[in-house]
């Protein structure tokens, strides 16, 4: 075991986890404006009608869209994943097709395109771009898939496609502020493969993320807070990945540390805890979360490993 | 709760935490990303036109056409395949202008001092964005013995699962084993 390994604290505690307390909501991994300060993106859901974020889609759809159902019915089911949930109250509002094919960053409309002119590069299935302002609100969210990517729409598994549904709900993820998450079955990880669906629905530690963006209910008063710092001869460990597990093995909620080592796990049922950081060095890595890097003008803490005490 | 666990029930429970996580945190390797591509050596290699290694002189946000993107300038360290210039321009997704900022989840926006190992796509005008946005984007830093490490994925090959960085001649060296598919 290296030195510094060795000095890594909290890499493995042991934590019971009877809290209960109301709290802010300001843990997890979300997506932050650059130089920031910290601050996490967020909807200002009270300005919107209703409170449902509008979204358009365009007409045009590449012809490698494939499959049983049309791109419309896929998209008005991956939206449904987030609405579903009962920690949440996310809601949106379907307003139609519209001609328009490609994102503009400040017209204030959620453009949904599967036929979109801009060339994403090579190997890329989709991306979101969210725009707002500076002190993190959000204004505009586009989401571009790629014109090129061979995409099922069928609700069955085609193993020689990429699933659209799944890819739908990680992009729609994204839309509601949550930044990719370093567990890897999470449907807000970075990652899938032809044939893949399980990201179509959330897991826990999405539904987590997604309620503490906007909660429903009583949600905060009924969940507690896993919080802590993760050191490295005495220093702050940036983009440590701390994860708390339950005692069943069940992973509940993964996030990353601040610049000064700090995490806080919001949104936890009472419970035992297993908590456990590492650093984050794939197949999710600090690459995939560089809204971080932006936001706090760092770079991640180097000079560790996972280790287990 | 803690207390009402009998020793060997909190280990075994422990043991089956771990093992879980085992299981969910360092899964076999993906082929795809999502959003961004992860893509293998040889597929980030077929892909580009040149690979660098470039250190961020500046990075300037631009607007147009209702987009806010970013050109970052590298000065070229070494050319690890392909010709480039002593100085490379990199389109990038994103940036901040006056109050309004635009971010793509995973998409790297560079800073000044920043050290990477860049696989480039020729853009028409001159300019140049990274192949798979982060997967092409692979950032050096200092080891503790002083020796420039670039930081690799097991998203790029079995031979790079299990480490974090390999040594930067390593690196070129692999990669210019490579056979030349463009």
């Avoid at chain 1, 889609?57 to 579903?84: T, Y």
């Avoid at chain 1, 806080?264 to 060095?281: F, N, S, W």
């Avoid at chain 2, 036109?49 to 970052?72: K, L, N």
Wanted: proline content about 5%; aromatic content about 6%; overall charge negative.
């Amino acid at each position: 075991m290296s030195r510094g390994a060795r000095r890594l604290w909290s890499t493995l505690v042991l934590l019971p986890l009877v809290l209960g307390w109301a709290h802010e909501a300001r843990s997890y991994a979300f997506l932050r404006p650059p130089d920031g300060g910290g601050v996490a993106w967020r909807w200002d859901l009270g300005s919107l009608s209703s409170g449902r974020i509008p979204w358009h889609l365009a007409e045009v759809v590449s012809p490698q869209v494939i499959g049983d159902r049309s791109a419309e019915a896929v998209l008005l089911a991956a939206f449904a994943h987030w609405e579903g949930l009962d920690e949440s109250s996310w809601q949106f509002a379907y307003e139609g097709t519209t001609r328009r094919r490609d994102r503009d960053d400040d017209d204030r409309v959620q453009l949904i395109t599967l036929g979109s002119s801009e060339n994403l590069g090579e190997g890329v299935l989709a991306a979101t771009f969210l725009s707002g302002n500076r002190d993190g609100l959000v204004t505009d969210v586009d989401i571009v898939f790629g014109r090129g990517v061979p995409f099922t729409t069928s609700e069955a598994v085609d193993p020689t496609r990429y699933d659209l549904e799944s890819v739908a709900v990680h992009e729609i993820g994204h839309m509601l502020g949550l930044e990719h998450s370093g567990l890897i079955r999470a449907t807000m990880a970075p990652f899938t493969d032809e044939g893949d669906v399980h990201q179509r629905t959330p897991e826990r530690d999405d539904r987590i993320g997604a309620a503490l963006l906007a909660p429903a209910g009583d949600f905060l008063a009924r969940t507690g807070t896993l919080a802590g710092n993760v050191t490295l001869d005495g220093l702050g460990v940036f983009l440590a990945h701390v994860v708390a597990t339950r005692i069943d093995g069940e992973v509940a909620a993964g996030m990353l540390t601040a610049p000064d080592g700090s995490y806080r796990i919001d949104g936890l049922e009472p419970g035992v805890y297993l908590v456990h950081a590492e650093p984050l060095d794939g197949p999710v890595d600090a690459r995939n979360v560089d809204s971080q890097r932006q936001a706090f003008g760092r770079s991640e803490t180097d000079g560790y490993a996972t280790t287990f005490h | 709760m803690f207390g009402m666990l009998g020793s060997s029930r909190w280990l075994r429970a422990i043991v089956i935490s771990i093992a879980a996580l085992a299981g969910v945190i360092a899964e076999g390797s993906p082929a795809r990303s999502l959003s961004l591509a992860a893509l293998s050596l040889a597929e980030l290699d077929a892909a580009a036109d040149v690979v660098v290694r470039g250190h961020c002189i500046d990075r300037t946000p631009t607007h147009s056409s209702g987009r806010i993107e970013s050109v970052a300038r590298f000065r070229v360290v070494e050319k690890l395949r392909g010709e480039a210039g002593e100085v490379v321009e990199v389109r990038q997704w994103g940036g901040e202008i006056g109050d309004r900022a635009t971010v793509a989840p995973g998409a790297p926006l560079s800073q000044p001092g920043d050290d990477a190992v860049l696989f480039l796509a020729a853009e028409p005008d001159g300019t140049y964005r990274v192949v798979g946005v982060s997967s092409g984007y692979l950032p050096v830093v200092i080891s503790p013995l002083g020796r420039p490490v670039v930081r690799v994925s097991r998203t790029l090959g079995a031979e790079f699962a299990g480490a974090v960085a390999w040594p930067i001649e390593r690196f070129a060296d692999r990669l210019q084993r490579l056979p030349r598919a463009r």
